[in-house]
């Protein structure tokens, strides 16, 4: 492609070129997850079509970068979905591209990243440019809400090392716990469960039907998973002090296990 490319030079407009879809050539190559075509074609953009183009080569660059498909997509969404951190790199930090844009369904680059269990950009857009980790699409849901419905255990696992709204519900009520137990069938797994119990997720939460969230099982959980899950999702009444086994509620500092330690310690000195 590149010698087809270098061939045509000046008489073929990379930046113009648009399917049917409305994907543009940058879009495709990310959509595909091939940065050795997405660099060709940018190279070949810079050398050959920039002249060409109407403004600063940074805002012509920045205009190629936005363009949407026909359900608002963008070069950088697709990038984004598949954790390339080069090519992100590229679209916002040489090209200038929004990262603030969403497609139809109100989706930006968080969930999006959430959706592709993808850390990296996660962590890129949340802390190097500040975005919101709770920010809604158009179904009310946030990153979490993303990340639990897709099974998304790398991207959850980030999500909640951040200050993260973990009782937000979705149009239907639904908050992280319940779509983790919802997603559990198919992953096999309740330790997406796990984690946001240990953060401190609401086991009374109920949707807008009034589920909670045993209520919300599916049938195709196996019997021992299903008795794992209630057994979770039970309020916790064992004595944590003795540590009987690990406790599905937020750790805090408590100095009783130290005082009943000692006060054990000092009546077998005194017997």
């Given at each position: ?16 070129l648009q399917e049917s879809r409305q ?234 296990t130290q005082l009943l330690f000692v ?9």
């Amino acid at each position: 492609m590149e010698t087809i490319l270098e061939t045509e030079g000046s008489a073929l407009n990379v930046m113009m070129l648009q399917e049917s879809r409305q994907y543009t050539v940058l879009a495709y190559a990310a959509f595909k997850n091939h940065p050795q075509c997405f660099k060709v074609l940018f190279n070949h953009a810079k050398k050959y079509n920039l002249k060409q183009a109407s403004g600063s080569n940074k805002l012509a660059l920045s205009r190629w970068a936005n363009k949407p498909t026909d359900e608002k997509f963008t070069c950088l969404h697709f990038a984004t979905y598949h954790g390339n951190q080069e090519l992100i790199l590229v679209i916002v930090e040489e090209m200038g591209a929004d990262y603030h844009t969403r497609n139809i369904y109100g989706a930006n680059v968080l969930h999006i990243a959430s959706q592709g269990d993808q850390p990296a950009p996660l962590y890129y857009f949340a802390k190097v440019k500040t975005m919101n980790i709770n920010d809604t699409d158009n179904r009310d849901s946030t990153p979490l809400h993303w990340a639990c419905y897709s099974r998304s255990e790398f991207a959850l696992s980030y999500i909640l090392a951040m200050e993260v709204n973990l009782e937000a519900k979705d149009q239907a009520g639904y908050t992280p716990l319940h779509l983790a137990i919802k997603s559990v069938g198919q992953l096999k797994s309740t330790r997406p469960v796990r984690a946001l119990l240990l953060k401190g997720a609401n086991r009374s939460a109920t949707n807008l039907n009034n589920d909670t969230c045993v209520d919300i099982i599916g049938e195709e959980v196996t019997d021992n998973m299903r008795n794992e899950l209630i057994q979770m999702l039970e309020v916790p009444r064992y004595l944590e002090c003795f540590m009987v086994k690990t406790p599905l509620v937020p750790l805090r500092q408590n100095h009783k296990t130290q005082l009943l330690f000692v006060i054990l310690f000092l009546i077998i000195l005194i017997a």
